[in-house]
């Protein structure tokens, strides 16, 4: 059974620091890709950051700089770096894995499982 849990989620002031952290249990984490989706109260889902089962890395165009994603292979566990926060960033956070992100671009991804989710509270 494929579980994906978040943490590390939290109240923060505006210029904080975050790391989210995603545990991955079952047998996916070395043949998929994964990555951070969030969502804000009443919008859609954004694609944040994504990383393949080899390392490399995809960021949105508008949060390249802020955040960084990396992955602990020997850990099955997928990070998000949070740095310099602002209150636009308040949403709940999801790790999310598929075996092929979409060719069109990752944001376009049918991610396969997801995760439950974590709360980012930014504070002005």
């Known amino acids: 059974q494929v579980q994906l849990v978040e943490t590390g989620g939290g109240l923060v002031q505006a210029g904080g620091s975050l790391r989210l952290s995603c545990a991955v249990s079952?047998?996916?984490?070395?043949?998929?890709?994964m990555a951070w989706v969030r969502q804000a109260l009443g919008k859609e889902r954004e694609f944040v950051a994504g990383?393949?089962?080899?390392?490399?890395?995809h960021y949105a165009d508008s949060l390249a700089g802020e955040f960084t994603i990396s992955r602990d292979n020997a850990k099955n566990t997928v990070y998000l770096q949070l740095n310099n926060l602002k209150p636009e960033d308040t949403a709940v956070y999801y790790c999310?894995?598929?075996?092929?992100?979409?060719?069109?671009?990752?944001?376009?991804?049918?991610?396969?499982?997801w995760g439950q989710g974590t709360q980012v509270t930014v504070s002005s």
């Open positions: 990383i393949s089962w080899s390392g490399i890395t």
């Open positions: 999310a894995a598929a075996r092929f992100p979409a060719a069109t671009g990752w944001s376009q991804t049918r991610w396969d499982y």
């Open positions: 079952g047998r996916i984490f070395a043949t998929h890709a």
